[in-house]
């Protein structure tokens, strides 16, 4: 079993940043690949990044490529979410994700995740 508690959400103006945490309990944690999605009022949840449990493999949904990066610390049992150049539409819930798998892909499909958090706000003025 995989417990995730996101932290670091709140309001920022356009153009500001946040950095996003999502700290896992459980064994499974160095071999999962662990994912950020975002959901907006109204709107079905969507993929914003990967990383692979390696770390050697990393995608990004086109609409934050260049403006995020996530990256992870496996002896801390974390996954981070820097967001930059942050814009209105990026307001949304985002949640982390943990996919448990050996081969060490980074899945982008929401189906393919077995644990999930709560979420998190993220809300960006104009």
């Known amino acids: 079993q995989v417990q995730l508690v996101e932290s670091g959400g709140g309001l920022v103006q356009t153009g500001g940043s946040l950095r996003l945490s999502c700290a896992a309990s459980?064994?499974?944690?160095?071999?999962?690949?662990m994912g950020w999605f975002r959901q907006a009022p109204g709107k079905e949840r969507e993929f914003v990044a990967v990383i692979n449990y390696a770390s050697t493999t990393t995608y990004y949904a086109d609409s934050v490529k260049g403006r995020f990066t996530i990256s992870r610390d496996n002896a801390k049992n974390t996954v981070y979410l820097q967001m930059n150049s942050l814009k209105p539409e990026d307001t949304a819930v985002y949640y982390c994700a943990a996919d448990w798998n050996l081969g060490g892909s980074a899945p982008r499909s929401k189906s393919d995740y077995d644990y999930w958090g709560q979420g998190t706000q993220v809300t960006v003025s104009s």
């Open positions: 459980g064994r499974t944690f160095n071999r999962s690949a």
